[in-house]
Nanobody, 121 residues
Framework: VQLQACGGGLVQVGDSVRLSCLAS????????MGWFRQAPGKEREFVAA????????NYARSVKGRFTIARDSAKNTVYLQMNSLKPDDTAVYYC???????????????WGQGTQVTVSA
């Protein structure tokens, strides 16, 4: 499975950004996709995950109510809609694939290359 993330950029506080993650290839055990982020000097942290089957989702507390993860199975794409962005959301965002919508990075088998999101105050 190859994952390609895109959609990041430089935005202002309160702005919205939508990230996309295109999956190619197929691992039939990968039934979920997640987004993680890593800010400079910090560990990679969970953001959101979605089951590709029933669409169930998990969110980090810090983004719940502001971010929405969604999948488009026909396009093999998962999106992360980020609203009401804050400076603390500044990070490199990674998409990843796993068997279930885990909230822990080590359970993910495949990773994309990351896309930078910078929120300017």
């Amino acid at each position: 499975v190859q994952l390609q993330a895109c959609g990041g950029g430089l935005v202002q506080v309160g702005d919205s950004v939508r990230l996309s993650c295109l999956a190619s290839g197929r691992d039939f055990s990968s039934n979920a996709m997640g987004w993680f982020r890593q800010a400079p000097g910090k560990e990679r942290e969970f953001v959101a995950a979605v089951s590709l089957g029933d669409g169930s989702t998990n969110y980090a507390r810090s983004v719940k109510g502001r971010f929405t993860i969604a999948r488009d199975s026909a396009k093999n794409t998962v999106y992360l809609q980020m609203n009401s962005l804050k400076p603390d959301d500044t990070a490199v965002y990674y998409c990843a694939a796993a068997r279930l919508p885990y909230m822990v990075a080590r359970y993910y088998d495949y990773w994309g290359q990351g896309t930078q999101v910078t929120v300017s105050a």
